[in-house]
């Protein structure tokens, strides 16, 4: 699996997430029940985790439909899965303290581990005033850009 990215904790205790060029694409906020709130690069909320009953964490859009699950594996990767229960990444320990993260691609053609978070996706390429650089952005960023509306 090819390293698509990485997060670390912010300054506040959010845990902020970067692309693999070391841009930021969103962040996790601990909310009022226990789970995590998720906001992209912009700040709007895209979604939350919360934990599953038998253990791991399940993911939800800002709908509230359930987008996938993570739950340790065996090495102590974080073993993620989408809303099929295909794997479709895993995040280990960095040496420097944060949290690396690798994804296959995905049957869609993008970067697997942020499929859950199209919506979030879509929000970042609505403020492209330029069809051809909200393509591009898409293209660097590993995704295929039919999958979205431009």
Same mark, same amino acid.
């Given at each position: 699996?090819?390293?698509?990215?990485?997060?670390?904790?912010? !300054?506040?205790?959010? $845990?902020?997430? #970067? &692309?693999?060029?070391? /841009?930021? @694409?969103? %962040? =996790?906020?601990?909310? +009022? *029940?226990?789970?995590?709130?998720?906001?992209?690069?912009?700040?709007?909320?895209?979604?939350?985790?919360?934990?599953?009953?038998?253990?791991?964490?399940?993911?939800?859009?800002?709908?509230?439909?359930?987008?996938?699950?993570?739950?340790?594996? !065996?090495?102590?990767? $974080?073993?993620? #899965? &989408?809303?099929?229960? /295909?794997? @479709?990444? %895993? =995040?280990?320990?960095? +040496? *420097?303290?944060?949290?690396?993260?690798?994804?296959?691609?995905?049957?869609?053609?993008?970067?697997?581990?942020?499929?859950?978070?199209?919506?979030?996706?879509?929000?970042?390429?609505?403020?492209?005033?330029?069809?051809?650089?909200?393509?591009?952005?898409?293209?660097?960023?590993?995704?295929?850009?039919?999958?979205?509306?431009?």
């Amino acid at each position: 699996m090819d390293k698509k990215g990485y997060s670390r904790k912010g !300054f506040f205790g959010e $845990t902020i997430h #970067y &692309d693999a060029n070391g /841009n930021k @694409v969103g %962040e =996790s906020r601990r909310n +009022f *029940w226990g789970g995590y709130d998720h906001f992209d690069a912009s700040g709007k909320k895209t979604g939350s985790s919360r934990e599953a009953f038998l253990g791991g964490v399940n993911h939800y859009d800002n709908d509230g439909n359930k987008t996938g699950h993570s739950h340790r594996g !065996f090495a102590g990767q $974080t073993n993620h #899965y &989408d809303s099929h229960g /295909n794997k @479709v990444a %895993e =995040s280990t320990r960095s +040496f *420097w303290g944060g949290v690396n993260h690798y994804g296959s691609e995905s049957t869609s053609g993008g970067n697997a581990l942020f499929d859950d978070d199209h919506d979030a996706i879509q929000n970042e390429i609505d403020n492209f005033d330029d069809p051809d650089e909200a393509i591009a952005w898409l293209e660097d960023q590993g995704y295929d850009s039919s999958d979205f509306d431009l």
